[in-house]
T-cell receptor, first 109, second 116 residues
């Protein structure tokens, strides 16, 4: 079956760094997406990885290892506004997104 | 670019009535649109996938006669919740994809439906 696993909740301190892990099992693979979702709002796109390695975009970076079925989202210089849920989604061979349950990130001052 | 609008943002309706939610891609043509439902503190649940000009593909457990989806143009899809009941109260989110790699989905702002 198809499955995405990510931690339910994480807590970090303002100004620090946090890494949110995601493991996936899909029928075929066409890339790994990370989305940010604030409470009561729709998800917004953060990153896309289809090749192994690290993609850096400002304070956010995303890593992919296809052989391990593993990705992580790295957030640096955490700000209070980064408090949100972070959704990992893998795209299968039918180009359908398989969604994780999301990781709620709590930032403390 | 890649803006998706959704209307209404909030709706309250009485049990037994029908509600229509519109999803529009404002600055691109969306060959595929997706409808999701999200209950509090839960992840997105895909309800159906619709391609312009063809019938929607519903996920297992989603009643196609209750959740009517129309994707009449490359910029508009509608979801009609028929004979709504309180258990249909949820956050409904649409997304749109261009049909070209990487097939990223652009999300609308969502519609909060409350059925009384």
């Amino acid at each position: 079956g198809q499955n995405i696993d990510q931690p339910t909740e994480m807590t970090a301190t303002e100004g620090a760094i946090v890494q949110i892990n995601c493991t996936y099992q899909t029928s075929g693979f066409n890339g790994l997406f990370w989305y940010q979702q604030h409470a009561g709002e729709a998800p917004t796109f953060l990153s896309y990885n289809v090749l192994d390695g690290l993609e850096e975009k400002g304070r956010f970076s995303s890593f992919l290892s296809r052989s391990k079925g593993y990705s992580y989202l790295l957030l640096k210089e955490l700000q209070m506004k980064d408090s949100a849920s972070y959704l990992c989604a893998a795209m299968d061979s039918n180009y359908q997104l398989i969604w994780g349950a999301g990781t709620k990130l709590i930032i403390k001052p | 670019g890649a803006v998706v609008s959704q209307h209404p943002s909030r709706v309250i309706c009485k049990s037994g009535t029908s509600v229509k939610i519109e999803c529009r891609s404002l600055d691109f043509q969306a060959t595929t649109m997706f409808w999701y439902r999200q209950f509090p503190k839960q992840s997105l649940m895909l309800m159906a996938t619709s391609n312009e000009g063809s019938k929607a593909t519903y996920e297992q457990g989603v009643e196609k006669d209750k959740f009517l989806i129309n994707h009449a143009s490359l910029t508009l899809s509608t979801l009609t919740v028929t004979s709504a009941h309180p258990e249909d109260s949820s956050f409904y989110i649409c997304s749109a994809a261009t049909g070209t790699a990487p097939y990223e989905q652009y999300f609308g702002p969502g519609t909060r439906l409350t059925v009384t």
